[in-house]
């Protein structure tokens, strides 16, 4: 299975957290239910705060760009360890320019902070799927840094 | 923000509130927090300063409550905090590598297009000669030559390369060596439409459809005194002419340079006589605007020639490149270019 098809197949149902966000308070709520998946996982304080840093990041751009849209969790598994996964999706305006728009800099010349290419760095799979007026895609997937 | 004190004040309201409430809305704020330190060019060391101080304010209000925990429990808020800082830190200091990179990368275009520009204008006798190029920092691949034939007889091209940086310059540079082959033949040198006709066919085959160039080529005979020009989409030449005292506008139809293949250009004949003045322009001149937004314009270029009718060649052009750089405040976003050539 590749790290990309994990996220088209049906998430692990346990642990599955889906959350409607379209305000900065289910930004919040994003947060809560992504830092407790973590932490149920095993991830330590310091990448409890990257996954609510990268979540913030996702639903910021549902909020600021689509209006609403959804965020969705589970616990994972790649290559031997658990993971933590998340998409976020929106039926928003979508990004004309990927390229661009993970592009150091692009967002923050409109003061957004780190945006897209800092959700990037904090992962370790990132896939992006979006096109203008189609809304966007994002699957990301953080690796737990011991074996099973 | 900036303001001294504000952010501490922040830090506290934040920490004090994650410390009774410990909720995931006060991390939040804690995050925000950490990305605008970057813009307010507050370093890390700063940072863990307001969280010392935020927790010495805690524990002087209340000394009984259970320490240990409050501290460890604060550490979550600075992790939140230095996560997020951490980010910004590190996009702003990629951006920051991509920008100087750019920079980089447009001053040595910029070298590479100046130094492309003739060293020295030739020595003819019955012509007075002068140019000058003002390179913009921006972009602008303005680009001009003249080269002397059979001892008493001129050609003079100027052009303007779209696009910016290193391929424009890469562009001039083809640009300069293909005229240079195509003026060993005095078939070509001394007939303008071939010239350019024949230039256009061997670039649109290589050209990037992004980019285009103008031309302007003139050929002179001043034993004769007449010229023949051809233009590929540049603005028409100013011919100052003594006997009328008036300038008029040298134009012919064409197309820039690098779209169209197999395009046959158009060749006009003009007559000089001694104290007339051709002058080549980039529209950095014409379309430099002043802080209204208006442009300096052809009409004000051509008035000004006429004024100063009897100034040197090189004067001339000086003299007209200031007046543009006075009429835009010295801001220009293109290429200046100016040369002219004085009828003895």
Redesign the interface.
Same mark, same amino acid.
């Given at each position: 299975m590749s790290d990309l098809e994990k996220f088209y197949l049906k998430p692990d149902k346990n642990t599955l957290k889906e959350i409607i966000v379209e305000n900065e308070w289910d930004i919040v709520v994003a947060r809560q239910e992504g830092r407790e998946l973590a932490r149920q996982i095993g991830f330590n304080e310091v990448d409890q705060a990257r996954i609510t840093t990268a979540l913030s990041e996702l639903a910021r751009n549902i909020v600021s760009y689509a209006g609403s849209g959804q965020i969705k969790m589970w616990k994972g598994e790649s290559q031997g360890r658990f993971s933590i996964c998340i998409i976020a999706e929106d039926n928003g305006p979508g990004i004309q320019d990927i390229k661009l728009a993970l592009q150091d800099g692009y967002s923050t010349s409109k003061g957004l902070g780190a945006g897209l290419p800092g959700v990037k760095r904090l992962v370790d799979t990132f896939f992006i799927k979006s096109k203008a007026g189609q809304g966007c895609f994002v699957a990301i997937e953080k690796i737990l840094r011991r074996n099973l | 923000m900036t303001e001294e004190g504000a952010l501490g004040s922040l830090y506290d309201v934040i920490l004090r509130d994650y410390l009774i409430e410990g909720s *995931?809305?006060d /991390?939040?704020s804690a /995050?925000?927090l950490g990305?605008i330190c970057v *813009?307010e060019e507050i370093g890390p060391d700063e940072i863990v300063g307001l969280h010392l101080s935020s927790i010495k304010k805690l524990v002087n209000e209340s000394p009984q409550e259970n320490l240990s925990k409050l501290l460890l429990k604060s /550490?979550?808020l600075l992790?939140?905090v230095m996560?997020?800082y951490g /980010?910004?830190y590190? *996009?702003?200091h *990629?951006?920051k590598i991509?920008?100087q990179q750019l920079e980089k990368e447009l001053q040595i275009a910029k070298k590479i297009q100046t130094s492309l520009l003739p060293r020295q204008l030739p020595q003819i006798a019955g012509m007075d000669l002068g140019a000058r190029m003002i390179p913009a920092k921006e972009v602008g691949g303005d680009y001009y030559n003249l080269l002397a034939f059979e001892e008493d007889k001129l050609g003079v091209w100027i052009g303007d390369v779209s696009g910016k940086s290193i391929p424009a310059a890469m562009l001039i540079s083809m640009l300069k060596y293909a005229l240079q082959a195509f003026t060993f033949k005095k078939e070509m040198y001394s007939e303008p439409e071939k010239l350019v006709t024949q230039l256009n066919n061997l670039i649109v085959k290589d050209i990037n459809p992004e980019y285009f160039i103008t031309l302007f080529y003139t050929y002179i005979d001043i034993k004769r005194g007449e010229f023949f020009f051809t233009a590929a989409g540049h603005d028409p030449v100013i011919h100052f002419r003594r006997d009328r005292m008036r300038c008029d506008e040298l134009r012919t139809d064409g197309v820039v340079l690098g779209v169209l293949e197999d395009y046959v250009y158009e060749q006009k004949k003009g007559i000089c006589a001694a104290g007339d003045i051709l002058v080549f322009y980039t529209d950095g001149v014409t379309e430099a605007r002043d802080t209204s937004g208006n442009q300096f314009g052809l009409s004000r270029l051509k008035a000004m020639v006429s004024k100063n009718a009897d100034l040197t060649a090189q004067d001339l052009v000086d003299r007209l490149i200031n007046h543009v750089l006075n009429h835009s405040q010295m801001k220009f976003f293109d290429d200046i270019t100016l040369v002219v050539v004085k009828m003895k």
């Open positions: - | *995931e809305a /991390l939040y /995050l925000n990305k *813009e /550490l979550n992790v939140e996560v997020a /980010l910004s590190r *996009e702003y *990629e951006a991509q920008h």
